[in-house]
């Protein structure tokens, strides 16, 4: 059974920076598509960045230039560097990685950026 463990969040100031981590374990396949969702309070989650297995990225207009992700398809790990973090950032980020024909979910991890 594929597991993902999310870690890195945490409580920083506005301007701040935060690396988040997560793994999968339990499959033997790699990854096609790996990406970061976040939901913060009373909104809908929505897809922050994604990469694929070719290295194509995607970045949601809200985090361009300021966040980056990064990943190792073979091992299934992927990474989010955030930086010049703002309030509205404030979220449980949640990774996703598309294994052949299936999605995986992390729990989540919780980001919290102060004024």
């Known amino acids: 059974q594929v597991q993902l463990v999310e870690s890195g969040g945490g409580l920083v100031q506005a301007g701040g920076s935060l690396r988040l981590s997560c793994a999968a374990s339990?499959?033997?396949?790699?990854?096609?598509?790996m990406g970061w969702y976040r939901q913060a309070p009373g909104k809908q989650r929505e897809l922050v960045a994604q990469?694929?297995?070719?290295?194509?990225?995607y970045y949601a207009d809200s985090v361009k230039e300021r966040f980056t992700i990064s990943g190792d398809n073979a091992e299934n790990r992927v990474y989010l560097q955030m930086n010049s973090l703002k309030p509205e950032d404030t979220a449980v980020y949640y990774c996703?990685?598309?294994?052949?024909?299936?999605?995986?979910w992390g729990r989540g991890t919780q980001v919290s950026v102060s004024s």
């Open positions: 996703r990685i598309s294994i052949a024909i299936r999605d995986y």
């Open positions: 339990g499959s033997s396949l790699s990854a096609r598509v």
């Open positions: 990469i694929t297995s070719g290295g194509s990225t």
